[in-house]
C-alpha cells in the first residue's frame, strides 16, 4: 500500500456525566485525510485545507501523533499528510482528535498494522497533548475505536469500547461562538462536593449499564452533570433553553460536547434525532447565532478507510 | 400461606469504586426469619435470637420496615417476625440490611406479592434509615435484587441489578472491632479532589463494564477507592496488610466492606478465594485480634425462601 485516504469523525467527549472519561464516535462528521508513503524519512505536512493551522509536523497535531508513533517504530522510508478540515477547531466535537487519530490510523495502515487499535489510542493522546497542554484520551479513543468509549484511567492507558444500542443517534448543534478549552477548564472547581460525586459515579455505571443491555429510558435518566455543566454553561448563549427544547421533543438527554460550545443530545431513533435537531436550530435561528446542525447515527468503528492503493 | 422462613443474606456495599452506589449478595452469610401471619393487625418482632436490638417495631429495622410497606397495603391482619441473627451488627456487611430485606419479601410473599422487588428496596430503605438515620439502599438492594446492584439515584429510587460473572467469589474477613457508621462517615471530606471523582467515575464504568462482559481483569483493575478508603482505613487495625496480602494471593481487588471494619476481596475462582481469605486470617491471627471469615459466591437472586406453610 502507498497511500490511503481516511474519513477521520468527530466525536462527542464527556456526555454529561461522563467528564474526562466517556466519549461517543459521529459518522457522518468529520474530516478527511491523505497519507502518502514517501522516501524520504520522517513526517510532513503537506497541504491543509478548511482551517489555518501549522504546517511544521512537531507542531501539527497530526504530526505530532505520527511521531510519537514512528518513535516506536523505526523505518527507512516517511510519510507525507495532506488533511483537509471539515470539523471546525474549537467546536467541542474532537477537530484535533480526528486529526491525531487519522493521522497514527493511516500510518499504521501502511506499515502494515504493527500497532493495536488501543496502541494508536494512546498514540493519539500525544497529538492532543500537543493541542491543549494535557494528554487526554476522550476524543481520540472513540475516534478511533467507534461506538462509546470509557477512558478508565492513565496508568497506563485503559480504554473500554462499549458498543452502541443500534437505535441511538446524536443531535449537534454547533453555534459559531469560541469557547477555549483552557477558559472552558479555568471555571471548573478544583473540587467536587461528595454529594455530587456520588450522583456523577452513580449515573456513569448506570449509563454503561444502559448501553450493554439497550435500556434508551436508562441511558436518558443518567445523562446529568452536576461537575462541568453548571459552570461552563454560562459561557454558551441559548445553553438552557436549547437544552430544554431538545428534552421537550423527545431526546433522551443533552449536554455540552466536550467543552463546548456544541450541544449535543441522544435520541431513540433518526427521526426523533432530526426533530431535536431542528428545534435546537430554531433556538439559535431566534438568538441570530449562526450554527451548524448535524444529526447522526454512532459510528460502530471509528476511522474508516475510503480509498487505499 | 401462613408462614414463611427466609434466609436473609449478607451484603458488600461500596465495592471500593462505588461509594454509597455499589453493593452485591453473598450466598452463605445471613440471617434467619420467620414470619407468621396473625389476626391481630399490625407488626410484631416477637423474638430476637443472636442480638441485643429492640422488640418494639417502631424501632426495629425490620419492623420499620414492614411498617413502611404496609403504610401502603392495608390489611386486616398481621404479622409476628422471628429474628435469628447471624450476621453480626456493626460488621460492615449488612446487618441491619438483611433485616430490613427480610421483613418486606417475606411479608410481601404473605400478601401475594403486591409488590415488585424494586418497591420492596424502597421499603427496606427506610429500615436502612432507622438504623442510621439517613436514607440508604446500597445494601438493601442486593441483598433483595441478588447479584451486583447500582443505585443511581434516589430521586425517585433507580435500582440496577447486574448478574455477576459466574466465576466469581467473595472472601471477607470481620475483625471483631467496632466501626460505627457515623464515626466512618465522619472522617470523609465533604468534597472530593476532581481528579479523585474523575478516577472513581472511571472506575465504576469499567466496573460494570467488566460485570457484563464477564472480563475478571477489569473487575480487578478497576477496585480501587480514592474517596473513602485513604480516610477510613485508619480505623481498621491491620488493613493495609491484609490487602497486600489478598492482592499476593491472588485477589482481583479488595478493600473495605460498606463502612468496615470488614474487609473483602473478589477473587475469581473458590479456590482463589479459599486461599485469599486464609492469607486473610492469617493476619488478623498475627495481630491477635478475633475475626470471622467468610467465603462466599455471589447470591444471583437476594433473600430466599427456606420454608412456607
Not at 24 to 35: F, H, Q
Not at 278 to 300: C, F, K
Request: some cysteine; hydrophobic content about 45%.
Amino acid at each position: 500500500m502507498k497511500s490511503i485516504k481516511l474519513f477521520c469523525p468527530a466525536t462527542v467527549a464527556n456526555l454529561s456525566c461522563g467528564f474526562d472519561v466517556l466519549g461517543l464516535c459521529l459518522d457522518n462528521v468529520g474530516d478527511e485525510m491523505i497519507i502518502h508513503k514517501t522516501n524520504e524519512p520522517g513526517v510532513r505536512i503537506t497541504k491543509i485545507v478548511g482551517a489555518d493551522l501549522p504546517l511544521e509536523a512537531e507542531k501539527n497535531v497530526a504530526g505530532v501523533a505520527a511521531l510519537s508513533m514512528l518513535s516506536q517504530w523505526q523505518t527507512d522510508f516517511g510519510f507525507d499528510i495532506e488533511i483537509h478540515k471539515k470539523i471546525k477547531a474549537g467546536s467541542g466535537i474532537g477537530s484535533s482528535a480526528a486529526s491525531a487519530a487519522g493521522a497514527v490510523f493511516g500510518i499504521n495502515e501502511l506499515l502494515g498494522k504493527p500497532f493495536e487499535p488501543k496502541d494508536l489510542v494512546w498514540f493519539a493522546g500525544w497529538g492532543e497533548h500537543a493541542a491543549s497542554g494535557s494528554y487526554h484520551a476522550d476524543n481520540v479513543a472513540p475516534a478511533l475505536l467507534g461506538g462509546f468509549t470509557l477512558v478508565r484511567g492513565y496508568n497506563p492507558l485503559d480504554v473500554i469500547k462499549i458498543d452502541s444500542p443500534p437505535d441511538l443517534f446524536v443531535a449537534v448543534i454547533h453555534p459559531q461562538i469560541e469557547v477555549k478549552t483552557a477558559e472552558a477548564r479555568a471555571v471548573l472547581k478544583k473540587e467536587v462536593p461528595l454529594k455530587a460525586a456520588i450522583a456523577q459515579w452513580g449515573n456513569v455505571g448506570g449509563l454503561v449499564a444502559g448501553l450493554y443491555t439497550h435500556d434508551y429510558e436508562l441511558i436518558g435518566r443518567c445523562l446529568h452533570d452536576g461537575v462541568a455543566e453548571p459552570y461552563r454553561k454560562a459561557l454558551i448563549p441559548g445553553f438552557d433553553e436549547t437544552k430544554k427544547t431538545a428534552m421537550a421533543h423527545g431526546a433522551l438527554g443533552a449536554g455540552i460536547s466536550g467543552s463546548g460550545p456544541s450541544i449535543f443530545a441522544l435520541c431513540k431513533g433518526l427521526s426523533t434525532a432530526e426533530k431535536v435537531a431542528d428545534a435546537m436550530s430554531d433556538i439559535y435561528e431566534t438568538i441570530g447565532l449562526p450554527y451548524h446542525r448535524h444529526v447522526s447515527p454512532v459510528n460502530p468503528d471509528g476511522v474508516k478507510i475510503l480509498e487505499q492503493q
